[in-house]
């Protein structure tokens, strides 16, 4: 087999890809496909049937679609949101993808709360929140994440507590007030496992 036909096999392996309305610079589109690679690795990992790979995988092409969208454009499509702007790229999405057709509410849960977490989510929105963050392109707590991406198949709930973990406490040491859904998420998975 070829270097060509290799490569050609993976993106065949990492569809759905961008929908046509996405505003993203070449640096955030190489972010998406490091995502859409993790998770597609995690569902290999984990004998994922092929319906549910490709709720995985459609919820990380459309989750940053806007994420590099002016902020009239954000603010058209997520009008109801507040705090800050950079929080709104999930919301003006999944209405953007709801407004497109998309019907699975699992998906669009994912793509809407995907910067603060929800505790209704379904497995969708749980991998696209851990695979996120731990993709391999960040610059931070590398060798963390890393550890945490290749335990992810064998311990889901331990691996999305531990992100959920880090990004509340990075929040928190920010000094914004902790979004009410992030704040239930926190709290849900306390609860199931003390
Ligand atoms: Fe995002
Ligand atoms: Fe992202």
């Known amino acids: 087999m070829t270097g060509g036909s290799a490569s050609a096999d993976i993106s065949a392996a990492l569809r759905p890809t961008l929908p046509a309305w996405a505003e993203v610079t070449p640096d955030r589109v190489a ?83 995907h910067s603060l977490g929800l505790a209704e989510w379904d497995m969708v929105g749980r991998v696209l929140y851990c695979a996120d963050y731990l993709e391999p392109g960040r610059t931070f707590d590398v060798a963390a994440r890393a550890e945490l991406a290749a335990l992810f198949p064998r311990d889901v709930p331990g691996v999305i507590r531990a992100v959920a973990r880090a990004r509340l406490s990075h929040l928190a040491r920010s000094g914004w007030p902790l979004p009410e859904p992030m704040v239930r998420f926190w709290n849900s998975l306390s609860v199931a496992s003390p």
């Not at 209405?95 to 709360?113: F, H, I, M, P, S």
């Open 31 to 113: 972010h998406i496909e490091r995502v859409a690679h993790l998770v597609a690795t995690w569902a290999d990992r984990m004998g994922i049937p092929d319906s549910e790979r490709n709720r995985w995988l459609k919820a990380v092409w459309l989750h940053d679609a806007l994420r590099d969208a002016s902020p009239a454009t954000l603010g058209e499509w997520a009008s109801s949101s507040s705090g800050p702007v950079e929080l709104w790229h999930g919301p003006a999405a999944a209405a953007r993808a709801k407004a497109e057709g998309e019907l699975d509410r699992g998906v669009l849960d994912a793509v809407r709360y």
